[in-house]
């Protein structure tokens, strides 16, 4: 399910995120980047215990994760690279309605 297409399901979502961790991690990973970027600008709290928790993972493990999601964590992620990741979509939370009809 795409939860951060409709706003208060996103807040409700980053909410359980914050408070199920470690166990949501799993779960964060999953997501696009745009979306993991939002995630942890809005819960600030979160990005350091998940990048420990990746840095944890095996070799083999951490292959899974897309470069971009490792920017993510490391804060690397641009503006421009979120745009991109997109492919030309509005990433943010509050405008759900326009987007609709530009997703599968």
């Keep these: 399910k795409q939860v951060w297409k409709q706003k208060t399901l ?14 949501s991690f799993t779960v964060m990973l999953q997501l696009p980047p745009p979306q993991l970027n939002n995630l942890l600008q809005q819960a600030e709290d979160i990005r350091d ?3 420990l928790y990746v840095q944890g993972l095996t070799d083999a493990q951490r292959q899974h994760l897309s470069a971009d999601i490792m920017e993510v964590l490391y804060d690397k992620y641009t503006s421009k690279q979120i745009a991109s990741a ?10 759900n309605n326009a987007q609709s009809n530009t997703s599968e």
């Excluded at 914050?18 to 166990?23: D, Y």
């Excluded at 997109?86 to 405008?95: N, Q």
Aim: some cysteine; hydrophobic content about 25%; glycine content about 8%.
């Design 10 to 23: 996103w807040d409700g979502f980053v909410k359980c995120c914050q408070r199920l961790k470690p166990q």
């Design 49 to 51: 215990p998940l990048l």
């Design 86 to 95: 997109a492919g030309d979509k509005d990433t943010s939370t509050e405008d």
